[in-house]
C-alpha cells in the first residue's frame, strides 16, 4: 500500500517528503501517515446496535427494579393523564394557569414514555440491545420534549408574574390567543432545536466500542463512540443549551424575583400566603427539574461518578414526572375540588349502573 501511495506521489511531481516540509511538524495534512491513518478509520466496519448497559452491573436486582421503574411509570400516566383530564373537563380550570398545566401534563406523559418502556423491556428480557437508528430517534424525541419542558417553564413563571405583579393587567394580557401561541411557540422551538442536533448526530459513524453506560441514549455517551469528528455538534449543541436551558432558567429567576418582591409588599399575612400559593407547585416543579439537570450535565463524566449521574438521571426521567401531579394536586385546591367532583359523579354513574 505504501509503494502504491509513493507512486501515486511520484506522478504529480513530488513525493511525501516534499509535501510535508511545506507545514509545521505534526500538522500534515497530506503526509504518508495521514493518508495510512485515514485508510485505517475508512476500512473500519460501521457499528449498528449498541448496548445499554443501565444496570446490568445490578442482576440480582432486576426484577426488583423492573417492579420499581413500572410503578413509578403507571403513576407517572395515570397522574398526568387524571390532571390533563381535570383540566379539560371542568370550566373552572379553563384558565391559563392550568392550560399550560395541562400542557406540562401531556408533555411529561410523553417524557417518560420516551424512555422507561424501553428500559422495562431490558430489565424484564435481558436484551440491551437498540439499534443506531432507534439510539437517535429515542435521543431526538428526549432531547425535543427537555427542551418543550424548559420553554414551558418559563411561560409558566411568565404567566405567575403577570398574575401576581400585573393582576389589571392579567386578563388583557394573558387571553386564550396568546396562551395558544405561547403554548404551540414552546412546542415547536423545542423540536425544532432537536431537529438541528439530530440531523448533525445521524451523519456521525460510530466504529466502535459500542456499549453505553446509561439507561437511555443520552448526548455525552453518543458523542463519545462516534469515531467523527464531533466539534461542530458540540458547538451547536452547547449554543443550544444556553439558549434553551440557561436562558429559560435566568428568565425564571428574573420572574420569581419580581413576584417575590411583589408578594413581599402586600400588607396582610393573609394576602400574601395567598399569593405565594399560587406559585409555590410551579417553583417546586422548577427547582427539582432545573437542580437535578444541572448536577447531571455539570458533574465531570469519571467512572466514579457515573452512578451518581445514573441516579440523577432517574430523578429528571422518571421521578420528576411522576411528582409533578401529586405536587400541583396536594398544593392545588381547585384541583382537589376538580377530583372530587370528577369522584362525585363516577359515583352517581355507578349507583345509576347499579339501579339499573
Known amino acids: 500500500m505504501e ?7 511520484s506522478s504529480a511531481g513530488t513525493n511525501s517528503e516534499e509535501i510535508t516540509t511545506d507545514f509545521p511538524a505534526g500538522n500534515a495534512p497530506f503526509s504518508k501517515d495521514s493518508l495510512l491513518t485515514s485508510t485505517k478509520w475508512g476500512n473500519q466496519t460501521s457499528v449498528t446496535t449498541f448496548i445499554l448497559l443501565g444496570f446490568g ?5 432486576h426484577i426488583f427494579l423492573f417492579l420499581l421503574f413500572l410503578v413509578i411509570y403507571v403513576v407517572t400516566v395515570t397522574g398526568n393523564i387524571l390532571i390533563l ?14 392550560f399550560f398545566l395541562g400542557n406540562l401534563s401531556c408533555l411529561e406523559t410523553c417524557y417518560t414514555s420516551s424512555i422507561l418502556p424501553r428500559m422495562l ?8 440491545t437498540i439499534s443506531v437508528s432507534g439510539c437517535i430517534v429515542q435521543f431526538n424525541v428526549f432531547s425535543s420534549l427537555a427542551a418543550v419542558e424548559c420553554f414551558l417553564l418559563a411561560v409558566m413563571s411568565y404567566d405567575r408574574y ?5 393582576p389589571l393587567h392579567y386578563a388583557s394580557q394573558m387571553n386564550g390567543r396568546f396562551c395558544v401561541q405561547l403554548a404551540s411557540g414552546s412546542w415547536v422551538s423545542g423540536f425544532l432545536a432537536s431537529m438541528v442536533t439530530t440531523s448533525l448526530l445521524s451523519q456521525f459513524t460510530f466504529c466502535g466500542p459500542n456499549e453505553i453506560d446509561h439507561f437511555f441514549c443520552d448526548f455525552t455517551p453518543l458523542i463519545k463512540l462516534s469515531c467523527s469528528d464531533t ?3 458540540e458547538l451547536v449543541t452547547f449554543i443550544l443549551s444556553c439558549m434553551f436551558t440557561v ?20 400588607p396582610s399575612g393573609t394576602g400574601r400566603q395567598k399569593a405565594f400559593s399560587t406559585c409555590s407547585s410551579h417553583l417546586i416543579v422548577v427547582t427539582i427539574f432545573y437542580g437535578t439537570l444541572m448536577m447531571v450535565y455539570m458533574l465531570p463524566d469519571t467512572a466514579t461518578l457515573r452512578a451518581l449521574n445514573k441516579m440523577l438521571s432517574v430523578f429528571y426521567t422518571a421521578l420528576t414526572p411522576m411528582v409533578n401531579p401529586l405536587i400541583y394536586s396536594l398544593r392545588n385546591r381547585e384541583v382537589e375540588k376538580a377530583f372530587r367532583k370528577i369522584l362525585r359523579k363516577a359515583g352517581l354513574l355507578r349507583k345509576r349502573i347499579a339501579e339499573n
Open 247 to 266: 436562558l429559560g432558567f435566568f428568565f425564571i429567576l428574573i420572574s420569581y424575583a419580581c413576584i417575590m418582591s411583589t408578594i413581599l409588599q402586600i
Open 3 to 9: 509503494d502504491g501511495l509513493q507512486k501515486s506521489y
Open 121 to 128: 423491556a431490558s430489565l424484564l428480557t435481558g436484551d440491551r
Open 162 to 166: 403577570f398574575a401576581i405583579c400585573k
Open 57 to 61: 452491573g445490578l442482576p440480582h436486582l
Open 231 to 233: 466539534s461542530v455538534m
Open 85 to 98: 383530564v381535570l383540566v379539560v373537563a371542568n370550566q373552572h380550570l379553563h384558565t391559563p394557569m392550568y
